[in-house]
């Protein structure tokens, strides 16, 4: 950390009230924007990195959802729209690899299975 500070995670932090629903909305926006660049860039943990702080910031209470000042529905739900764009992209490139990754998945079940099926002490265990 900078400056040799070390900052602790308090259970509490930060607490609702910190931040408004539109400034938590915004953040939220941001880091789902970092999402889809490291989605383009196939650097799928940092996707999942940033994926796990958006989660976080977005976890609101419904009374929070509820109580939205008006001024401020517009501005989320345009937050919100933009957001689901990114993720649409997201998964363009996701998709890919989640692909590949399920039938590299798939060929090792075949092998184990093949394997466990041959009978101990034959060549193709040996």
Known sequence: MALGLRLRRVKSWPPETAMSVLE?????TQLTRRMLEAARAQDWEALTAAGAARDALLEISPETLTSIPVQDRQPV?????????????ITDHASPWLEHTATLL????????????MPAGSPETK
């Open 24 to 28: 938590r909305y915004q953040s939220a």
């Open 106 to 117: 798939a060929a090792f079940d075949q092998a184990n299975s093949t394997t466990l099926s």
């Open 77 to 89: 739900a345009r937050l919100i729209e933009e957001m689901l764009a990114f993720h649409n992209e």
